[in-house]
Every structure is written in C-alpha cells, then in structure tokens.
C-alpha cells in the first residue's frame, strides 16, 4: 500500500535588520528550525537565524508571529 503524502518543503529569510530577538518565532517553530544567533545587530540585538531548512514545511507560525515582519516564508 502506498500513502501520497504532500509535504511542501519551504524556507524561510530572516530579514536580521529587522529583528528584535524577542524569541517569539523560537517557540513558535513546531520543528525546532530558529535559533537565536550569537552575533548582534545594529540594534545590538542577537538575532533569530533559521538552522535547518530540509525539515520547514512552510507553515508560516514563525512569520505570523514575529512582531517586526522580519521573516518570510518560500515554498
Ligand atoms: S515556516 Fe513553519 S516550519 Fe518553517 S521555520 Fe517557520 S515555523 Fe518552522
Ligand atoms: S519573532 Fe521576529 S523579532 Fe522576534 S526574534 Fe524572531 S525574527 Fe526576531
């Protein structure tokens, strides 16, 4: 038996000028694919990065929760 299961693989960037690490779109990936970076932006904030972009689904949590319209999502 065979299971047709379409999972879109997306991607998503970070728009890091735009970040104010507040870690919001940390606890929304249900995949556990952000992570606050080490490095600071000019704002001296540590900013979210994505670190693994083979399991998104594209499923947007982490964009709609992100205050600062700082992230976007691909499929
Ligand atoms: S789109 Fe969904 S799966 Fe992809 S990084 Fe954002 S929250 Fe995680
Ligand atoms: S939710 Fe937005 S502002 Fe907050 S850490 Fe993530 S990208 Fe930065």
């Known amino acids: 038996m065979f ?7 997306g991607k998503i960037i970070i728009n ?4 104010k690490g507040c870690e919001l779109c940390v606890e929304a990936c249900p995949y556990g694919l952000i992570e606050m970076s080490v490095e600071v932006n000019h704002f001296g904030y540590h900013t979210a990065q ?3 972009g083979k399991e998104c689904t594209a499923c947007k949590f982490c964009g709609m929760m992100c205050p600062d ?3 976007d999502v691909y499929r």
């Not at 890091?16 to 970040?19: L, Q």
């Open 69 to 71: 319209f700082a992230i």
């Open 16 to 19: 890091e000028d735009r970040c």
């Open 50 to 52: 994505f670190v693994n």
């Open 3 to 9: 299971f047709n299961i379409d999972i879109k693989m």
